[in-house]
């Protein structure tokens, strides 16, 4: 499902909400993430370019705040930090406004991904998952709860997990793209925070320790392998017939 249009993005999620269970919600999808590690970003050198892998990161619509505290809290341990979210009531941008991490290089199956985040009390508790992969447009298509999560509590990282399976193959030379997105109450009207104040423009997100796992993508023998292996076994069987 594509987001381009924000209204319907908003009906479409509330369906999928409604329909899941209050705990398929509240963890956003279930299950681990699948294979090795494609692509790593943990923050700690506060730069948006994957630590391992080949990718990088942007923010989409909105602005790096300052780079926070990761979720260990330790002193070596970062997250980034964005902000500057919708400004308008009515949740116009809604779906539109996060941060992206690309993927380089494709050839990969089974994926996942998963991540670290925390919210603080003026920003949107409900959030989402797009990807694209290529040149297409960011859809939801396959994700569990239609990519939708939300986080309960202010200033406190939660981790979030979606099997990306569903996507296939990321074809070699292809890129996939992941974003994460602030949007309205699927449930109700206009931006939610978590309970602890108003939400406002000027709240901010965390995001830590992202991983894209996969496996490598099967590659059928070439035509020309497969046709001298036919014909090994045509010659074997024939001279088994005249050793009868």
Not at 58 to 77: E, F, H, I, L
Not at 142 to 150: P, R, S, T, V, Y
Request: hydrophobic share 40%; proline share 2%; glycine share 14%.
């Amino acid at each position: 499902m594509e987001h381009g249009n924000c209204n319907m993005m908003g009906i479409h999620a509330t369906l999928a909400v409604r329909m899941l269970p209050a705990a398929a919600v509240a963890l956003a999808a279930a299950g681990a993430s699948h294979g090795a590690m494609v692509a790593q970003w943990s923050m700690d050198r506060m730069s948006l370019a994957a630590d391992d892998g080949a990718g990088n990161g942007s923010v989409v619509n909105t602005n790096t705040a300052r780079w926070d505290r990761g979720a260990t809290r330790s002193k070596t341990d970062r997250a980034v930090r964005i902000r500057d979210f919708d400004s308008s009531a009515s949740g116009a941008d809604s779906g539109r406004e996060g941060i992206e991490f690309t993927v380089a290089g494709g050839g990969f199956q089974d994926m996942g991904v998963t991540w670290k985040q925390k919210v603080d009390s003026r920003a949107s508790a409900w959030g989402q998952l797009q990807y694209a992969v290529g040149d297409g447009s960011f859809v939801t298509d396959g994700l569990a709860g239609d990519g939708i999560f939300k986080l309960t509590a202010a200033g406190k990282y939660a981790q979030f997990t979606f099997d990306l399976s569903a996507l296939g193959t990321v074809a070699e030379g292809e890129d996939l793209q992941l974003r994460i997105v602030a949007i309205t109450d699927p449930n109700g009207i206009g931006y939610r925070t978590t309970g602890r104040g108003a939400y406002r423009s000027t709240g901010s997100w965390s995001i830590d320790s992202l991983t894209v796992t996969g496996t490598a993508a099967a590659t059928a023998p070439a035509p020309g392998v497969g046709a001298l292996l036919a014909l090994a076994g045509t010659a074997g069987q024939r001279r088994r017939q005249r050793m009868r």
